[in-house]
Protein backbone atom coordinates (compact mmCIF):
# COMPACT_ATOMS: atom_id res chain seq x y z
CA UNK A 1 0.00 0.00 0.00
CA UNK A 2 1.35 3.66 -0.47
CA UNK A 3 3.01 5.53 2.42
CA UNK A 4 0.23 8.28 2.62
CA UNK A 5 -3.34 7.70 3.76
CA UNK A 6 -4.56 10.16 1.78
CA UNK A 7 -3.68 7.84 -1.61
CA UNK A 8 -4.83 4.31 0.52
CA UNK A 9 -8.14 6.41 0.97
CA UNK A 10 -8.41 7.13 -2.97
CA UNK A 11 -6.85 3.92 -3.57
CA UNK A 12 -9.45 2.38 -1.49
CA UNK A 13 -12.39 4.23 -3.35
CA UNK A 14 -11.47 3.90 -6.49
CA UNK A 15 -10.99 -0.51 -5.83
CA UNK A 16 -14.34 -0.09 -4.44
CA UNK A 17 -15.76 1.97 -7.20
CA UNK A 18 -14.46 -0.16 -10.18
CA UNK A 19 -15.74 -3.54 -8.47
CA UNK A 20 -19.31 -1.71 -8.50
CA UNK A 21 -19.14 0.10 -12.16
CA UNK A 22 -18.30 -3.65 -13.72
CA UNK A 23 -21.13 -5.04 -11.53
CA UNK A 24 -23.69 -2.10 -12.89
CA UNK A 25 -22.05 -2.39 -16.47
CA UNK A 26 -22.49 -5.87 -16.70
CA UNK A 27 -25.94 -6.28 -14.94
CA UNK A 28 -26.96 -3.27 -17.55
CA UNK A 29 -24.94 -4.67 -20.51
CA UNK A 30 -27.22 -8.07 -20.04
CA UNK A 31 -30.56 -6.28 -18.90
CA UNK A 32 -30.46 -4.21 -22.26
CA UNK A 33 -29.50 -7.21 -24.32
CA UNK A 34 -32.24 -9.45 -23.40
CA UNK A 35 -34.64 -6.34 -23.35
CA UNK A 36 -34.01 -5.90 -27.07
CA UNK A 37 -33.87 -9.59 -27.59
CA UNK A 38 -37.62 -9.72 -26.30
CA UNK A 39 -38.01 -6.11 -28.48
CA UNK A 40 -36.89 -7.95 -31.27
CA UNK A 41 -38.42 -11.45 -31.03
CA UNK A 42 -42.12 -9.79 -30.54
CA UNK A 43 -41.52 -7.49 -33.30
CA UNK A 44 -40.69 -10.33 -35.43
CA UNK A 45 -43.06 -12.55 -33.98
CA UNK A 46 -45.75 -9.31 -34.43
CA UNK A 47 -44.74 -9.63 -38.04
CA UNK A 48 -45.28 -12.99 -38.92
CA UNK A 49 -48.85 -12.90 -37.45
CA UNK A 50 -49.21 -10.11 -39.60
CA UNK A 51 -48.31 -12.29 -42.52
CA UNK A 52 -50.02 -15.17 -41.70
CA UNK A 53 -53.41 -12.91 -41.23
CA UNK A 54 -52.80 -11.07 -44.53
CA UNK A 55 -52.20 -14.05 -46.31
CA UNK A 56 -54.22 -17.07 -46.80
CA UNK A 57 -52.31 -20.74 -46.18
CA UNK A 58 -53.03 -21.47 -49.69
CA UNK A 59 -51.02 -18.69 -50.56
CA UNK A 60 -47.92 -20.08 -49.27
CA UNK A 61 -48.54 -23.64 -50.28
CA UNK A 62 -50.38 -23.77 -53.33
CA UNK A 63 -49.10 -26.83 -55.26
CA UNK A 64 -50.54 -25.57 -58.38
CA UNK A 65 -48.44 -21.89 -58.36
CA UNK A 66 -45.40 -21.83 -60.22
CA UNK A 67 -42.58 -21.28 -58.86
CA UNK A 68 -41.94 -17.75 -60.15
CA UNK A 69 -45.42 -17.22 -58.02
CA UNK A 70 -44.28 -17.89 -55.26
CA UNK A 71 -40.75 -16.35 -55.87
CA UNK A 72 -42.67 -12.99 -56.74
CA UNK A 73 -44.36 -13.22 -53.71
CA UNK A 74 -41.65 -14.22 -51.27
CA UNK A 75 -39.89 -11.50 -52.41
CA UNK A 76 -42.99 -9.17 -51.74
CA UNK A 77 -43.28 -10.12 -48.41
CA UNK A 78 -39.90 -9.49 -47.46
CA UNK A 79 -40.54 -5.85 -48.73
CA UNK A 80 -43.34 -5.61 -46.39
CA UNK A 81 -41.86 -7.77 -43.02
CA UNK A 82 -38.10 -6.47 -44.15
CA UNK A 83 -36.74 -9.73 -43.03
CA UNK A 84 -35.47 -12.35 -45.07
CA UNK A 85 -38.48 -14.91 -45.51
CA UNK A 86 -38.31 -19.08 -46.31
CA UNK A 87 -40.95 -21.35 -46.98
CA UNK A 88 -40.50 -24.43 -45.42
CA UNK A 89 -42.85 -27.29 -46.62
CA UNK A 90 -44.00 -29.91 -43.99
CA UNK A 91 -40.34 -32.38 -44.48
CA UNK A 92 -37.88 -29.49 -44.13
CA UNK A 93 -37.37 -29.11 -48.00
CA UNK A 94 -36.89 -25.20 -48.49
CA UNK A 95 -39.52 -24.43 -51.20
CA UNK A 96 -38.17 -20.37 -51.59
CA UNK A 97 -36.06 -17.95 -49.71
CA UNK A 98 -35.99 -14.31 -50.02
CA UNK A 99 -32.40 -13.99 -49.59
CA UNK A 100 -31.07 -17.21 -51.97
CA UNK A 101 -31.00 -17.11 -55.58
CA UNK A 102 -34.05 -19.47 -57.27
CA UNK A 103 -31.78 -21.90 -58.47
CA UNK A 104 -29.86 -22.49 -55.23
CA UNK A 105 -32.57 -23.08 -53.12
CA UNK A 106 -32.96 -27.28 -54.34
CA UNK A 107 -29.23 -27.40 -52.85
CA UNK A 108 -30.01 -25.85 -49.48
CA UNK A 109 -29.86 -28.06 -46.47
CA UNK A 110 -33.28 -29.60 -45.15
CA UNK A 111 -34.53 -27.34 -42.44
CA UNK A 112 -36.71 -29.13 -40.29
CA UNK A 113 -33.83 -29.49 -37.55
CA UNK A 114 -33.34 -26.07 -37.23
CA UNK A 115 -34.01 -24.75 -33.56
CA UNK A 116 -36.78 -22.22 -34.52
CA UNK A 117 -38.60 -25.08 -36.83
CA UNK A 118 -38.77 -27.83 -34.22
CA UNK A 119 -40.02 -25.22 -31.69
CA UNK A 120 -42.78 -24.71 -34.34
CA UNK A 121 -43.16 -27.99 -35.26
CA UNK A 122 -44.01 -28.56 -31.01
CA UNK A 123 -45.90 -25.27 -30.17
CA UNK A 124 -46.45 -23.70 -33.34
CA UNK A 125 -44.05 -21.00 -32.89
CA UNK A 126 -40.55 -20.99 -32.47
CA UNK A 127 -37.48 -18.59 -32.54
CA UNK A 128 -33.38 -18.72 -32.34
CA UNK A 129 -30.68 -16.05 -32.60
CA UNK A 130 -27.78 -18.67 -34.11
CA UNK A 131 -25.53 -18.30 -37.21
CA UNK A 132 -26.75 -19.46 -40.54
CA UNK A 133 -25.05 -22.28 -42.50
CA UNK A 134 -26.53 -20.86 -45.79
CA UNK A 135 -25.56 -16.99 -45.14
CA UNK A 136 -22.44 -17.45 -42.63
CA UNK A 137 -24.06 -14.56 -40.32
CA UNK A 138 -25.57 -14.59 -37.35
CA UNK A 139 -29.71 -13.82 -37.72
CA UNK A 140 -32.64 -13.26 -35.43
CA UNK A 141 -34.94 -16.22 -36.43
CA UNK A 142 -38.97 -16.64 -35.84
CA UNK A 143 -41.02 -19.33 -37.29
CA UNK A 144 -44.45 -20.54 -37.29
CA UNK A 145 -46.37 -24.04 -38.11
CA UNK A 146 -48.95 -23.09 -41.08
CA UNK A 147 -51.95 -25.57 -40.69
CA UNK A 148 -54.56 -26.65 -43.03
CA UNK A 149 -57.65 -27.80 -40.66
CA UNK A 150 -54.77 -30.78 -38.70
CA UNK A 151 -52.91 -31.17 -41.96
CA UNK A 152 -49.51 -29.17 -41.55
CA UNK A 153 -48.73 -27.76 -44.52
CA UNK A 154 -45.16 -26.29 -43.94
CA UNK A 155 -43.57 -23.38 -41.92
CA UNK A 156 -43.40 -20.33 -42.29
CA UNK A 157 -40.05 -18.42 -41.16
CA UNK A 158 -38.78 -14.83 -41.08
CA UNK A 159 -35.18 -14.18 -40.58
CA UNK A 160 -33.47 -10.71 -39.16
CA UNK A 161 -30.38 -9.39 -39.64
CA UNK A 162 -28.09 -9.53 -36.42
CA UNK A 163 -25.68 -6.93 -37.30
CA UNK A 164 -27.80 -3.87 -36.38
CA UNK A 165 -28.26 -5.62 -33.40
CA UNK A 166 -24.81 -6.25 -32.15
CA UNK A 167 -23.33 -3.14 -33.36
CA UNK A 168 -25.94 -1.27 -31.26
CA UNK A 169 -25.11 -3.55 -28.55
CA UNK A 170 -21.27 -2.76 -29.11
CA UNK A 171 -22.03 0.88 -29.12
CA UNK A 172 -24.27 0.31 -25.78
CA UNK A 173 -20.89 -1.17 -24.31
CA UNK A 174 -18.91 2.12 -25.51
CA UNK A 175 -21.43 4.56 -23.97
CA UNK A 176 -21.26 1.94 -20.93
CA UNK A 177 -17.39 1.89 -20.43
CA UNK A 178 -17.70 5.73 -21.29
CA UNK A 179 -19.67 6.47 -18.47
CA UNK A 180 -18.12 4.27 -15.99
CA UNK A 181 -14.57 5.80 -17.13
CA UNK A 182 -15.89 9.76 -16.78
CA UNK A 183 -17.87 8.28 -13.40
CA UNK A 184 -13.99 6.69 -11.90
CA UNK A 185 -12.12 10.01 -12.90
CA UNK A 186 -15.19 12.32 -11.18
CA UNK A 187 -15.00 9.54 -8.31
CA UNK A 188 -10.70 9.95 -7.96
CA UNK A 189 -10.99 13.43 -7.72
CA UNK A 190 -13.97 13.63 -5.66
CA UNK A 191 -11.88 10.48 -3.43
CA UNK A 192 -8.59 13.05 -3.71
CA UNK A 193 -10.70 16.16 -2.28
CA UNK A 194 -13.00 14.13 0.03
CA UNK A 195 -9.77 12.28 1.34
CA UNK A 196 -7.56 15.53 1.92
CA UNK A 197 -10.91 16.86 4.32
CA UNK A 198 -10.39 13.32 6.03
CA UNK A 199 -6.69 13.31 6.43
CA UNK A 200 -6.05 17.23 6.82
CA UNK A 201 -7.14 16.36 10.62
CA UNK A 202 -5.13 12.67 10.94
CA UNK A 203 -2.04 14.44 8.72
CA UNK A 204 -2.04 17.47 11.66
CA UNK A 205 -1.97 14.53 14.46
CA UNK A 206 0.36 12.83 12.91
CA UNK A 207 2.58 16.52 12.72
CA UNK A 208 1.86 16.71 16.72
CA UNK A 209 2.97 13.17 17.66
CA UNK A 210 5.96 13.65 15.51
CA UNK A 211 7.16 16.60 17.61
CA UNK A 212 5.50 15.10 20.76
CA UNK A 213 7.72 11.88 19.67
CA UNK A 214 11.46 14.45 19.31
CA UNK A 215 10.52 15.73 22.59
CA UNK A 216 8.57 18.28 23.10
CA UNK A 217 5.76 17.24 25.46
CA UNK A 218 3.87 20.61 25.71
CA UNK A 219 1.91 20.25 22.18
CA UNK A 220 -1.68 19.01 22.14
CA UNK A 221 -4.30 17.63 19.98
CA UNK A 222 -6.74 19.48 18.64
CA UNK A 223 -9.96 18.60 19.60
CA UNK A 224 -12.39 20.18 17.31
CA UNK A 225 -15.47 17.18 16.43
CA UNK A 226 -16.89 14.63 18.77
CA UNK A 227 -16.36 11.99 16.29
CA UNK A 228 -13.76 9.18 15.87
CA UNK A 229 -10.50 11.53 15.20
CA UNK A 230 -11.94 13.70 17.78
CA UNK A 231 -11.92 11.07 20.26
CA UNK A 232 -8.71 9.99 19.15
CA UNK A 233 -6.88 13.26 19.67
CA UNK A 234 -8.48 13.72 23.26
CA UNK A 235 -7.21 9.74 23.98
CA UNK A 236 -3.98 11.04 22.76
CA UNK A 237 -3.98 14.19 24.62
CA UNK A 238 -4.29 11.63 27.87
CA UNK A 239 -1.83 9.93 26.83
CA UNK A 240 0.26 12.68 26.22
CA UNK A 241 -0.11 14.07 30.20
CA UNK A 242 0.47 10.59 31.35
CA UNK A 243 3.61 10.19 29.25
CA UNK A 244 4.60 13.88 30.72
CA UNK A 245 3.61 13.01 34.11
CA UNK A 246 5.73 9.31 34.07
CA UNK A 247 8.73 11.00 32.50
CA UNK A 248 8.33 13.91 35.45
CA UNK A 249 8.44 10.77 37.77
CA UNK A 250 10.94 8.90 36.14
CA UNK A 251 13.47 12.03 35.97
CA UNK A 252 12.96 12.83 39.29
CA UNK A 253 13.71 9.24 40.31
CA UNK A 254 16.22 9.09 38.45
CA UNK A 255 17.44 13.04 39.74
CA UNK A 256 17.27 11.21 42.77
CA UNK A 257 19.29 8.01 42.21
CA UNK A 258 22.18 9.92 40.16
CA UNK A 259 22.15 12.37 43.87
CA UNK A 260 22.63 9.74 45.86
CA UNK A 261 25.22 8.38 43.77
CA UNK A 262 27.13 11.52 43.08
CA UNK A 263 27.12 12.09 46.87
CA UNK A 264 27.73 8.59 48.47
CA UNK A 265 31.27 7.92 50.42
CA UNK A 266 31.46 4.57 48.19
CA UNK A 267 32.58 3.54 44.93
CA UNK A 268 29.77 1.64 42.76
CA UNK A 269 30.16 -0.25 39.65
CA UNK A 270 27.73 -2.37 37.88
CA UNK A 271 29.04 -5.25 35.95
CA UNK A 272 27.19 -7.52 33.21
CA UNK A 273 27.71 -10.75 33.36
CA UNK A 274 30.54 -10.67 30.98
CA UNK A 275 32.15 -8.92 34.26
CA UNK A 276 31.68 -5.52 31.62
CA UNK A 277 31.44 -2.08 33.45
CA UNK A 278 27.90 -0.79 32.51
CA UNK A 279 28.15 2.21 35.38
CA UNK A 280 30.51 4.22 37.32
CA UNK A 281 29.75 6.34 40.37
CA UNK A 282 32.42 9.61 40.77
CA UNK A 283 33.81 8.71 43.68
CA UNK A 284 34.96 5.15 42.12
CA UNK A 285 37.42 7.57 40.45
CA UNK A 286 38.22 9.60 43.42
CA UNK A 287 39.02 5.88 45.35
CA UNK A 288 40.90 4.45 41.98
CA UNK A 289 42.58 7.17 40.80
CA UNK A 290 41.72 6.95 37.63
CA UNK A 291 40.34 9.48 34.41
CA UNK A 292 36.75 8.86 33.50
CA UNK A 293 37.98 8.43 29.90
CA UNK A 294 39.53 5.22 30.77
CA UNK A 295 36.79 3.13 31.35
CA UNK A 296 34.45 3.09 27.98
CA UNK A 297 32.55 -0.20 29.04
CA UNK A 298 35.82 -1.75 29.72
CA UNK A 299 36.25 -5.20 31.58
CA UNK A 300 36.62 -4.62 35.63
CA UNK A 301 39.59 -7.13 35.08
CA UNK A 302 41.47 -4.38 33.07
CA UNK A 303 40.24 -1.53 36.20
CA UNK A 304 40.89 -3.22 39.28
CA UNK A 305 43.86 -6.02 39.30
CA UNK A 306 43.18 -8.01 42.42
CA UNK A 307 42.38 -11.43 41.91
CA UNK A 308 40.37 -11.50 44.94
CA UNK A 309 38.19 -9.41 44.30
CA UNK A 310 37.99 -10.64 40.39
CA UNK A 311 37.15 -14.26 42.20
CA UNK A 312 34.29 -12.80 44.43
CA UNK A 313 32.98 -10.85 41.52
CA UNK A 314 32.94 -14.69 39.70
CA UNK A 315 31.24 -16.21 42.72
CA UNK A 316 28.55 -14.24 42.91
CA UNK A 317 27.66 -14.32 39.18
CA UNK A 318 28.07 -18.30 39.40
CA UNK A 319 26.45 -18.63 43.01
CA UNK A 320 23.99 -15.89 43.03
CA UNK A 321 25.59 -14.86 46.48
CA UNK A 322 26.75 -11.67 48.57
CA UNK A 323 30.80 -11.71 48.73
CA UNK A 324 32.73 -9.56 50.94
CA UNK A 325 36.17 -8.84 51.59
CA UNK A 326 38.95 -6.31 51.77
CA UNK A 327 41.43 -5.60 49.59
CA UNK A 328 44.83 -3.91 49.45
CA UNK A 329 45.44 -1.80 46.63
CA UNK A 330 48.45 -0.07 44.80
CA UNK A 331 48.30 3.13 42.78
CA UNK A 332 52.22 4.13 42.01
CA UNK A 333 53.39 4.50 45.74
CA UNK A 334 49.84 5.37 46.70
CA UNK A 335 48.93 2.42 49.13
CA UNK A 336 44.77 2.12 50.02
CA UNK A 337 42.94 -0.58 51.94
CA UNK A 338 39.58 -0.72 50.32
CA UNK A 339 36.35 -2.72 51.65
CA UNK A 340 33.83 -4.37 49.07
CA UNK A 341 30.40 -5.72 49.16
CA UNK A 342 29.41 -7.65 45.77
CA UNK A 343 25.92 -8.54 45.13
CA UNK A 344 24.25 -10.02 42.42
CA UNK A 345 21.32 -7.85 40.83
CA UNK A 346 18.43 -8.47 38.36
CA UNK A 347 16.38 -7.71 35.29
CA UNK A 348 12.35 -6.95 35.23
CA UNK A 349 11.90 -10.87 34.07
CA UNK A 350 13.76 -12.02 36.88
CA UNK A 351 16.79 -12.97 35.19
CA UNK A 352 20.56 -12.62 36.62
CA UNK A 353 21.55 -9.12 34.79
CA UNK A 354 24.93 -8.56 36.36
CA UNK A 355 26.87 -7.96 39.94
CA UNK A 356 26.53 -4.54 41.83
CA UNK A 357 30.27 -3.74 43.32
CA UNK A 358 30.20 -1.29 46.55
CA UNK A 359 33.65 -0.21 46.87
CA UNK A 360 34.80 2.13 50.43
CA UNK A 361 38.37 3.11 50.95
CA UNK A 362 38.77 2.29 54.71
CA UNK A 363 42.45 3.36 54.73
CA UNK A 364 42.04 6.24 56.83
CA UNK A 365 39.67 3.41 59.35
CA UNK A 366 42.83 1.42 59.08
CA UNK A 367 45.12 4.91 60.02
CA UNK A 368 42.85 5.24 62.90
CA UNK A 369 43.09 1.66 64.15
CA UNK A 370 46.84 2.38 63.63
CA UNK A 371 47.09 5.45 65.89
CA UNK A 372 44.68 4.25 68.30
CA UNK A 373 47.08 0.96 69.07
CA UNK A 374 50.24 3.05 68.70
CA UNK A 375 47.94 5.60 71.47
CA UNK A 376 47.14 2.45 73.71
CA UNK A 377 50.51 1.54 73.82
CA UNK A 378 52.13 4.71 74.33
CA UNK A 379 50.22 5.49 76.69
CA UNK A 380 50.34 2.31 78.35
CA UNK A 381 54.15 3.08 78.26
CA UNK A 382 53.95 6.35 79.67
CA UNK A 383 51.43 5.45 82.59
CA UNK A 384 53.53 2.34 82.96
CA UNK A 385 56.99 4.02 83.86
CA UNK A 386 56.23 6.30 86.63
CA UNK A 387 53.75 3.30 88.19
CA UNK A 388 56.78 1.28 87.62
CA UNK A 389 59.23 3.58 89.81
CA UNK A 390 56.71 4.19 92.28
CA UNK A 391 56.27 0.55 92.32
CA UNK A 392 60.10 0.04 92.91
CA UNK A 393 60.51 2.87 95.64
CA UNK A 394 57.71 2.00 97.86
CA UNK A 395 58.80 -1.87 97.97
CA UNK A 396 62.40 -1.14 98.67
CA UNK A 397 60.93 1.53 101.42
CA UNK A 398 58.77 -0.93 102.90
CA UNK A 399 61.50 -4.28 102.81
CA UNK A 400 64.14 -1.94 103.97
CA UNK A 401 63.15 0.04 107.16
CA UNK A 402 66.84 0.05 108.32
CA UNK A 403 67.59 2.35 105.14
CA UNK A 404 69.46 5.67 105.97
CA UNK A 405 66.91 8.57 106.19
CA UNK A 406 68.67 10.48 104.06
CA UNK A 407 68.03 7.38 101.24
CA UNK A 408 64.42 7.43 102.89
CA UNK A 409 63.82 11.13 101.66
CA UNK A 410 65.45 10.97 98.46
CA UNK A 411 63.01 7.91 97.69
CA UNK A 412 59.91 9.90 98.92
CA UNK A 413 61.12 13.21 96.67
CA UNK A 414 61.12 10.48 93.76
CA UNK A 415 58.31 8.85 94.40
CA UNK A 416 56.78 12.62 93.95
CA UNK A 417 58.63 13.25 91.53
CA UNK A 418 56.81 10.19 89.72
CA UNK A 419 52.79 10.82 90.86
CA UNK A 420 53.61 14.14 89.68
CA UNK A 421 54.49 13.03 85.94
CA UNK A 422 51.47 10.77 86.36
CA UNK A 423 49.12 13.84 87.27
CA UNK A 424 50.13 15.57 84.53
CA UNK A 425 49.78 13.10 81.53
CA UNK A 426 46.35 12.49 83.21
CA UNK A 427 45.59 15.68 83.38
CA UNK A 428 46.41 16.10 79.51
CA UNK A 429 44.45 13.24 78.69
CA UNK A 430 41.82 14.55 80.05
CA UNK A 431 41.88 18.03 78.89
CA UNK A 432 42.51 15.73 74.72
CA UNK A 433 40.04 13.64 75.49
CA UNK A 434 37.19 17.21 76.50
CA UNK A 435 38.90 18.71 73.47
CA UNK A 436 37.51 16.03 71.26
CA UNK A 437 34.09 15.98 72.66
CA UNK A 438 31.81 18.61 71.45
CA UNK A 439 31.54 21.81 74.04
CA UNK A 440 30.33 25.13 74.34
CA UNK A 441 33.39 27.51 73.96
CA UNK A 442 33.53 30.50 75.73
CA UNK A 443 34.14 33.29 73.47
CA UNK A 444 35.18 36.11 74.94
CA UNK A 445 37.86 39.50 73.91
CA UNK A 446 41.39 38.84 74.38
CA UNK A 447 43.49 42.03 75.19
CA UNK A 448 46.56 40.26 72.65
CA UNK A 449 49.69 41.72 74.47
CA UNK A 450 48.62 41.86 77.91
CA UNK A 451 47.87 38.21 77.50
CA UNK A 452 51.12 37.23 75.81
CA UNK A 453 52.76 38.93 78.85
CA UNK A 454 51.08 36.65 81.61
CA UNK A 455 52.03 33.88 79.92
CA UNK A 456 55.67 35.03 79.53
CA UNK A 457 55.24 36.12 82.86
CA UNK A 458 54.80 32.54 83.88
CA UNK A 459 58.14 31.26 82.61
CA UNK A 460 60.27 34.18 83.76
CA UNK A 461 62.49 32.21 86.23
CA UNK A 462 63.07 29.92 83.54
CA UNK A 463 63.80 32.08 81.14
CA UNK A 464 65.89 33.65 83.87
CA UNK A 465 67.89 30.46 84.26
CA UNK A 466 68.36 29.50 80.86
CA UNK A 467 69.40 33.24 79.78
CA UNK A 468 66.22 33.28 77.09
CA UNK A 469 65.56 36.34 75.91
CA UNK A 470 61.55 37.18 74.72
CA UNK A 471 61.05 39.48 72.17
CA UNK A 472 57.57 40.68 71.21
CA UNK A 473 56.65 41.83 67.81
CA UNK A 474 52.95 42.94 67.73
CA UNK A 475 51.94 44.47 64.11
CA UNK A 476 48.92 46.91 66.56
CA UNK A 477 49.87 46.93 70.79
CA UNK A 478 46.21 47.22 71.13
CA UNK A 479 45.06 44.24 68.82
CA UNK A 480 42.74 42.12 70.09
CA UNK A 481 41.14 38.38 69.44
CA UNK A 482 38.14 36.40 69.72
CA UNK A 483 38.70 33.16 71.66
CA UNK A 484 38.41 30.72 74.31
CA UNK A 485 40.71 32.34 77.12
CA UNK A 486 42.00 29.33 79.21
CA UNK A 487 42.21 26.99 76.04
CA UNK A 488 43.76 30.01 74.47
CA UNK A 489 46.05 30.26 76.99
CA UNK A 490 47.61 26.26 76.85
CA UNK A 491 48.13 26.91 73.57
CA UNK A 492 50.48 29.71 74.21
CA UNK A 493 51.95 27.83 77.60
CA UNK A 494 52.63 25.00 75.77
CA UNK A 495 54.59 26.55 72.65
CA UNK A 496 56.65 28.77 74.90
CA UNK A 497 57.60 25.58 77.20
CA UNK A 498 58.52 24.04 74.39
CA UNK A 499 60.59 26.95 73.11
CA UNK A 500 62.13 27.38 76.23
CA UNK A 501 62.99 23.49 76.72
CA UNK A 502 64.63 22.95 73.31
CA UNK A 503 66.13 26.19 73.46
CA UNK A 504 70.13 26.30 74.85
CA UNK A 505 70.88 29.27 76.83
CA UNK A 506 71.61 32.89 75.88
CA UNK A 507 68.94 31.78 72.65
CA UNK A 508 66.25 34.10 71.46
CA UNK A 509 62.19 33.37 71.60
CA UNK A 510 60.24 35.62 69.22
CA UNK A 511 56.06 36.55 69.61
CA UNK A 512 55.06 37.86 66.58
CA UNK A 513 51.63 38.63 64.93
CA UNK A 514 50.71 39.36 61.20
CA UNK A 515 47.65 41.02 59.48
CA UNK A 516 46.33 38.45 57.28
CA UNK A 517 42.85 40.37 56.80
CA UNK A 518 40.01 42.30 58.49
CA UNK A 519 39.13 39.50 60.50
CA UNK A 520 42.56 37.35 60.67
CA UNK A 521 45.79 38.08 62.40
CA UNK A 522 48.85 35.09 62.45
CA UNK A 523 50.14 34.48 65.31
CA UNK A 524 54.12 32.71 65.26
CA UNK A 525 56.18 31.88 68.01
CA UNK A 526 59.48 31.41 66.98
CA UNK A 527 62.61 30.04 68.91
CA UNK A 528 66.38 29.47 67.72
CA UNK A 529 66.30 26.45 69.79
CA UNK A 530 67.93 22.48 68.47
CA UNK A 531 65.08 22.49 65.72
CA UNK A 532 63.02 19.49 64.05
CA UNK A 533 64.23 17.46 60.85
CA UNK A 534 61.55 18.44 58.15
CA UNK A 535 60.18 14.56 57.85
CA UNK A 536 58.83 14.59 61.36
CA UNK A 537 57.16 17.59 61.10
CA UNK A 538 53.07 15.98 60.47
CA UNK A 539 53.97 13.61 63.27
CA UNK A 540 54.83 15.60 65.97
CA UNK A 541 51.52 16.82 66.34
CA UNK A 542 49.97 12.89 67.11
CA UNK A 543 49.94 11.80 70.87
CA UNK A 544 53.08 10.44 72.60
CA UNK A 545 55.03 11.15 69.61
CA UNK A 546 58.32 12.88 70.54
CA UNK A 547 61.34 13.26 68.32
CA UNK A 548 64.02 12.54 70.97
CA UNK A 549 61.98 10.50 73.72
CA UNK A 550 64.83 10.17 75.92
CA UNK A 551 65.39 13.96 75.90
CA UNK A 552 61.62 14.47 76.12
CA UNK A 553 61.12 12.26 79.13
CA UNK A 554 64.01 13.95 80.90
CA UNK A 555 62.74 16.95 80.27
CA UNK A 556 59.29 16.28 81.83
CA UNK A 557 57.38 16.47 78.93
CA UNK A 558 54.74 13.86 78.42
CA UNK A 559 54.34 13.81 74.44
CA UNK A 560 50.69 15.32 74.51
CA UNK A 561 51.29 19.00 74.42
CA UNK A 562 51.09 19.70 70.41
CA UNK A 563 47.81 17.72 70.23
CA UNK A 564 46.31 19.49 72.49
CA UNK A 565 47.17 22.64 70.81
CA UNK A 566 46.30 21.30 67.26
CA UNK A 567 43.07 20.45 68.61
CA UNK A 568 42.25 23.61 70.73
CA UNK A 569 43.14 25.72 67.14
CA UNK A 570 40.51 23.01 65.32
CA UNK A 571 38.17 24.07 67.54
CA UNK A 572 38.89 27.83 66.86
CA UNK A 573 39.06 26.99 63.07
CA UNK A 574 41.88 27.85 62.76
CA UNK A 575 44.99 25.23 61.95
CA UNK A 576 48.63 24.93 63.18
CA UNK A 577 51.75 24.72 61.28
CA UNK A 578 55.89 24.37 61.58
CA UNK A 579 58.44 25.96 59.49
CA UNK A 580 61.99 24.05 61.19
CA UNK A 581 65.40 22.83 60.52
CA UNK A 582 67.74 21.18 61.95
CA UNK A 583 70.11 23.40 64.31
CA UNK A 584 68.36 26.17 62.83
CA UNK A 585 65.25 26.83 65.32
CA UNK A 586 62.16 26.33 64.68
CA UNK A 587 58.61 28.57 64.12
CA UNK A 588 54.94 27.70 64.74
CA UNK A 589 52.00 29.91 63.21
CA UNK A 590 48.56 29.77 63.46
CA UNK A 591 45.38 31.82 62.36
CA UNK A 592 43.20 33.33 65.05
CA UNK A 593 40.18 35.97 64.99
CA UNK A 594 40.61 39.24 65.48
CA UNK A 595 38.04 41.97 67.09
Same mark, same amino acid.
Given at each position: ?19 ? $? ?38 ? $? ?10 ? +? ?25 ? &? ?54 ? #? ?108 ? =? ?51 ? !? ?5 ? %? ?41 ? %?? &? ?45 ? !? ?5 ? =? ?12 ? +? !? ?14 ? =????? %? ?53 ? #?? %? ?61 ? !? ?7 ? $? ?5
Amino acid at each position: MFRKYRWNFVFVVLIVSVIG $FLFLDILLYYNIKNYLFQKTFEEMRLKTNLAVQLYDASTF $FNESGSKTYREE +FTMNLRKIVNSRVTIIDSFGVVLNDSD &IPADSIQYMENHLHRPEVQDALKKGWGQSYRNSPTIKRRFFYTAVCIKNDSRILGF #LRFAYYGQRFEESLDQIVTYILAASVIGLISLFFAAYYFGSLVTIPITRIVDIARKISSGDLERTFPVTDRDEIGTLALILNQLTERLKNQISQISTERSKLKSILMNLD =LGIIAVDSDKNILNINPEMYNILKINSDVIDHKNIAKLIRSEVLLDSVTKTLE !QNSKETG %EIIYFHFNDKKYLSYIITPFYSDNDKKSGALIQIQDITPLKQL %EA &IRRTFVANASHELKTPLTAIVGYTETLLDNPEIPQDSQVRFVRRIRE !QTQRLEF =LVADLLKLSRLEHE +F !QLNWQRINFLPFVNDI =LEDFS %EQLEYKSIRVQVDLHDPNVTIWGDFELLRSVFTNLIDNAIKYTPSDGKIFVRTHV #LN %EDEIRVEIKDTGIGIDPKYHERIFQRFYRVDKARSRALGGTGLGLSIVKHILERHASSIYVQS !QINKGSSFF $FNLKRV
